[in-house]
């Protein structure tokens, strides 16, 4: 198959099952077939993934903040729900933005998330939003490691 006819059905794969294009690219590198990639799509699915981690730790984040603010600020209404919840997204996120790129990510748009978690937690209790600190209280650090205290 040629280079031009490689990248066409690469091109074609692509747009109609992204897993099996996946596996082709994967193979093409494997076998040092670097000349027959589709770079065009790589570069595209390659700035995706990095688009969709952004967004899933920004909305970890938020889930987190939500049920922190509505921990912190309802005592008398937490749940074990509540409180699985902060553990489980505190894991998720740790998982995520652990370091590197997603850590730097996940500090630059904490005040984004803590002020779309206010709205939520307003929404969700019932409280105003001037309930809340206007501020984030927290930093990154203390989100990964806030254990609810009874």
């Not at 969700?124 to 930093?139: I, K």
Request: net charge negative.
């Amino acid at each position: 198959m040629t280079t031009t006819a490689a990248a066409s059905t690469l091109s074609d794969l692509y747009e109609a099952d992204e897993t099996a294009w996946l596996d082709a690219m994967s193979d093409l590198i494997r076998s040092g077939r670097r000349d027959e990639l589709d770079y065009a799509h790589l570069a595209e699915y390659l700035t995706d993934m990095a688009k969709r981690d952004r967004r899933a730790v920004m909305s970890r984040l938020v889930v987190l903040l939500v049920h922190v603010l509505k921990w912190e600020h309802q005592t008398r209404r937490r749940t074990g729900g509540w409180k699985a919840t902060i553990f489980s997204q505190r894991h998720r996120l740790r998982n995520w933005a652990d370091g590197g790129v997603l850590r730097a990510h996940a500090e630059a748009v904490l005040p984004t998330a803590y002020a779309q978690a206010v709205v939520e937690a307003a929404a969700e209790t019932g409280l105003s939003p001037e309930a809340f600190p206007a501020t984030c209280p927290y930093t990154l650090d203390q989100l990964l490691a806030y254990t609810p205290a009874d």
